[in-house]
């Protein structure tokens, strides 16, 4: 049945956990970092589900036509759980249903090594929602994919095996690479119009990924160059310990985690420097933000009481506006952190 699927749904994987301080490739001539075999629904990190898995975790064959038929993706972050429920409408999904839940899997991972019990509690609460939505949504086929906080953590593949056995829910935990491709994937129909390079960046909780692409109008981008660093809002907080007690502490404690991020995509920024300034005469590089970070400072750029995506999706910030954006935040202290939009259901 996967073979039946349009070519949107029919997804590859890199599968694995890797824990180096950052991952990157140069692959110039590759439309996107290659894939090994995907079996539909996912799978756990020894490569065989386990005992308990729900029906919708594979392709089954459904009575109702293609265009009723339900798809499902869930992304299992250090922060976030997200869920996303879309039919086929034309060439294109109609979202049906969505969840989102601030679950901090990764709360502790940066001291401990390790997946606390509450942070795995959470998760599961999260998690069983969506196990319900899926069914009372009669998923056709899910891809369910678990991030940073499982790929370093000593327990990750202990806890996908439990959510398993619990939810019924079979989580990838996928690659760094594999992570960058989907951000890829998923955006880059909203860049700005255009040819050359551009800069897709992903800001999650427990990592960033950023991929300098090659577009041309109308094609897929070309994966030009990646890199993923082991930085998000919730690991670089961890790191960076203590609530300064005024704003002069507080602004030293953003110079200390712009250091640590700088530091860790040096290289990065190395490798890609002469790609983008052959191209800044006719091409200037274009920036394509993507996840709960970046929507959500665009929703307190337009001052939104909540998170609307509609608003959000494709929204063009200037450099300058988002760079006085985040001063601000960042002399603010933690607690005023309640204010800001709801983060995004996807």
């Known amino acids: 049945m996967a073979d039946d699927l349009p070519p949107a749904m029919r997804d590859k994987e890199v599968a694995g956990s890797e824990r180096g301080q950052g991952q990157g490739r140069k692959a110039a001539t590759d439309p996107l970092p290659p894939q090994g075999p995907h079996r539909p629904g996912g799978r756990n990190s020894t490569g065989s589900p386990p005992a308990a898995a729900a029906p919708w975790h594979v392709a089954i064959p459904r009575t109702s036509p293609f265009h ?8 299992l972050g250090t922060n976030n759980c997200r869920l996303l429920i879309a039919r086929p409408d034309g060439e294109h999904f109609t979202v049906i249903d969505a969840f989102s839940r601030v679950v901090r899997l990764g709360e502790g991972l940066a001291q401990t090594g390790r997946l606390s019990q509450s942070a795995m509690e959470r998760a599961l609460g999260a998690l069983h929602v969506c196990s319900d939505k899926l069914r009372r949504r009669n998923v056709h086929l899910a891809r369910s994919v678990a991030t940073e906080a499982c790929r ?3 327990n990750g593949e202990e806890f996908i095996a439990r959510v398993a056995e619990e939810t019924g829910i079979l989580l990838d935990i996928i690659s760094a690479q594999e992570e960058a491709r989907l951000a890829v994937m998923g955006c880059h129909l909203l860049l700005e119009a ?25 094609e897929v981008p070309r994966i030009h160059d990646w890199q993923s660093v082991p930085w998000g809002v919730v690991s670089l907080t961890e790191s960076c310990v203590g609530e300064p007690a005024d ?8 110079d200390e985690m712009r250091r640590l991020v700088r530091d860790s995509l ?35 750029h337009l001052e939104l009481p909540q998170y609307d995506r509609r608003a959000v999706d494709g929204l063009i910030v200037a450099r300058q506006d988002m760079a006085d954006l985040c001063e601000r935040l960042a002399l603010m202290p933690t607690c005023s952190g309640s204010t800001r939009p709801s983060s995004p259901a996807g």
């Open 266 to 300: 040096a290289p990065f920024a190395e490798r890609i420097t002469g790609a983008i300034e052959r191209a800044a005469g006719t091409h200037p590089l274009r920036l394509l933000g993507t996840s709960g970070t970046v929507t959500t400072l665009a929703s307190l």
């Open 194 to 218: 255009g040819e050359g390079p551009a800069m897709i960046f992903d800001i999650g909780g427990g990592s960033t990924e950023l991929v300098l692409v090659e577009s041309r109008h109308g």
């Open 247 to 254: 704003a002069v502490g507080r602004a030293l404690r953003y």
């Open 68 to 75: 009723r038929q339900a798809f499902a993706a869930i992304d």
């Open 152 to 154: 370093r953590a000593d």
